[in-house]
């Protein structure tokens, strides 16, 4: 266990796949980590309560994929950390602004299914991250974690509206 800049980590290397990658589990309190089996009304309520984990361990979400019953429902969700998989290495000649940020296929996730009495389960939470959890002070610039209040998107649209941006 060691602390992050403020944050408690429980970190072991992975020696089985790769000896130079590290894991990383964040610690959150209980009630805020997610479980096998836990229920959810809604897929509002899976991404309100997963990304409000996330907060609190350091990372930002992402949804990843769905899976939709033949009359349109979702029936399955995934959400992973917004670390998970990697960028695409092609070249196709067209210079592209370099970004800081990049990909480190982190295998953190979170798997809902539809039970068969409407709501959502919670089949798979792997919390192994692969990467260092965000500082507290900078978890607000994490992209599931900006917010921008109603009366500022309002004043936004306006000045939009009349060309002054």
Not at 41 to 62: C, H, K, M
Not at 107 to 123: D, E, F, P
Not at 151 to 164: H, K
Request: hydrophobic share 30%.
């Amino acid at each position: 266990m060691e602390a992050n800049n403020g944050i408690l980590v429980h970190m072991e290397t992975d020696s089985e796949t790769n000896p130079s990658v590290s894991i990383f589990y964040p610690q959150v309190i209980g009630e805020l980590t997610p479980f096998q089996g836990q229920q959810f009304e809604t897929l509002e309520e899976v991404y309100d309560f997963y990304n409000q984990y996330a907060r609190e361990a350091g990372f930002s979400v992402r949804s990843y994929s769905s899976k939709k019953s033949k009359d349109g429902e979702v029936i399955r969700k995934e959400y992973v950390c917004n670390k998970e998989g990697s960028w695409s290495t092609e070249t196709s000649g067209v210079v592209k602004r370099c970004r800081g940020v990049g990909r480190e296929s982190c295998k953190a996730r979170l798997i809902v299914v539809k039970s068969k009495y409407g709501g959502y389960v919670v089949t798979i939470f792997e919390e192994a991250h692969t990467h260092p959890m965000t500082t507290p002070r900078r978890r607000h610039l994490l992209k599931s974690h900006r917010r921008i209040s109603g009366v500022d998107q309002l004043v936004a649209q306006q000045l939009i509206s009349v060309n002054a941006f």
